[in-house]
């Protein structure tokens, strides 16, 4: 298959490649499109084939549910059985944003689309090129995060084009995206609010709407396994894995530093290519075939913003044995910290 990859300036085209994703979306293709925080891999959500399709471009398991995204509020009745009060006002304050909340589903909501689950997961983007496509399209677009199963989330058109050339009808180029990390997803089919996974909306802020917020067991970085299983099924797999073997470092920051460099001269005698993830701060303490820094430890929101990338890079340089720091397990970090440690399949070495 050919792709088409089409760059949207502001220029006036932009109306008529809009126009044109959303046929194809509607005759049942596939349109990768930037958002604020990842770029998504569209579908009609509302078409089996549709969803199978996206599954198979990925690579993804059928039973990992994709995020259904709309245009405006109103969309929502047509989909889910009841909007609870919790729902309405998280959604008053944090939609359009990088927030999805898992409702009961309708019958009209597919499960080739859900992964067979009776639950849909929705979210209202701010992105714009998001909005006026699915506003366009006329119908929920089904869009898990623009890459192949497995690898870290694209946070550029050319990351989409990586991993899914050849594969997808059409890249929509927007650019680099704001935020970096997958949406924040709350379970609001309890009495209590549930985070299936951190991201930019953070616990704290949820806690100044909500009277009682909980984290899901899998977001505590513990490994999911036999004594308790994720309710986001995505959570169980390993993603954004470097072909690398990546470790995390944890503890009091001079002896970090030590034990990584220690770590990375062994690794080095081995013969292996070795990487360090770092801070602007402590890179220039370390020895390594490559040093790369996340950003400055006191702007949580670049860290954020450049993980997948330095992810990715790592790829790129051929790095065998990856080395980390570990930030705090709070706020816009514990999202952080989350994706690393899945990353590193919980490799984490507490110092
Ligand atoms: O920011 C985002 O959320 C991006 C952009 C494109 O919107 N999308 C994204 O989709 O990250 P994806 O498919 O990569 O991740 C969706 C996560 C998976 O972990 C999946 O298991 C979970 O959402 N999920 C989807 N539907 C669910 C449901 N009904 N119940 C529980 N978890 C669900
Ligand atoms: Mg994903």
């Keep these: 298959m050919k792709t088409e990859y089409v760059i949207i300036g502001e220029k006036k085209e932009r109306?008529?490649?809009?126009?044109?994703?959303?046929?194809?979306?509607?005759?049942?293709?596939?349109?990768a499109f930037p958002t604020e925080t990842v770029y998504g891999l569209g579908g009609n959500g509302l078409n089996p084939l549709s969803s199978k399709k996206i599954y198979a471009a990925k690579g993804r398991p059928s039973d990992n549910p994709l995020i259904l995204h709309i245009s405006d509020?109103?969309?929502?009745?047509?989909?889910?059985?009841?909007?609870?009060?919790?729902?309405?006002?998280?959604?008053?304050?944090?939609?359009?944003?990088?927030?999805t909340l898992v409702f009961k589903k309708k019958d009209i909501v597919p499960l080739e689309t859900t992964g067979g689950l009776d639950t849909v997961a929705i979210r209202l983007?701010?992105?714009?090129?998001?909005?006026?496509?699915?506003?366009?399209?006329?119908?929920?677009?089904?869009?898990?995060?623009a890459n192949s199963s497995g690898r870290p989330s694209p946070t550029s058109a050319s990351h989409v084009k990586e991993d899914l050339e050849g594969k997808i009808d059409m890249i929509l180029d927007g650019g680099e995206?704001?935020?970096?990390?997958?949406?924040?997803?709350?379970?609001?089919?309890?009495?209590?609010?549930?985070?299936?996974?951190?991201?930019?909306?953070t616990k704290e802020m949820l806690e100044c709407l909500l009277k009682n917020v909980q984290f899901d067991e899998a977001v505590l970085i513990r490994k999911p396994g036999e004594d308790f299983k994720p309710k986001a099924p995505g959570m169980k797999y390993r993603h954004y894995a470097p072909k690398g073997n990546l470790t995390l470092f944890e503890g009091e920051r001079e002896m970090v530093i030590k034990t990584?460099?220690?770590?990375?001269?062994?690794?080095?005698?081995?013969?292996?290519?070795?990487?360090?993830?770092a801070t602007d701060e402590t890179k220039d303490f370390y020895e390594a075939d490559y040093v790369f820094s996340l950003g400055s430890i006191k702007e949580v929101e670049s860290i954020a913003h450049n993980l997948f990338r330095v992810l990715r890079k790592i790829d790129e340089v051929g790095a065998e044995n990856i080395f980390s720091e570990s930030f705090p397990r709070e706020g816009l970090y514990l999202a952080i910290m989350n994706r690393l440690s899945?990353?590193?399949?919980?490799?984490?070495?507490k110092i």
């Design 15 to 31: 109306a008529s490649f809009i126009k044109r994703a959303a046929e194809v979306l509607k005759e049942g293709g596939l349109v």
């Design 73 to 99: 509020f109103s969309m929502l009745e047509e989909l889910v059985e009841e909007i609870p009060e919790s729902a309405r006002l998280l959604a008053d304050k944090y939609w359009p944003g990088p927030m």
């Design 125 to 145: 983007p701010s992105n714009e090129i998001a909005r006026e496509l699915i506003r366009e399209a006329g119908i929920p677009i089904a869009a898990p995060s």
């Design 177 to 201: 995206v704001g935020i970096g990390l997958e949406s924040t997803i709350i379970d609001v089919t309890e009495e209590e609010p549930v985070i299936l996974r951190p991201g930019f909306i």
């Design 260 to 277: 990584i460099n220690k770590e990375a001269a062994f690794a080095k005698e081995e013969g292996k290519v070795t990487a360090i993830l």
């Design 342 to 349: 899945k990353a590193a399949g919980y490799q984490i070495k």
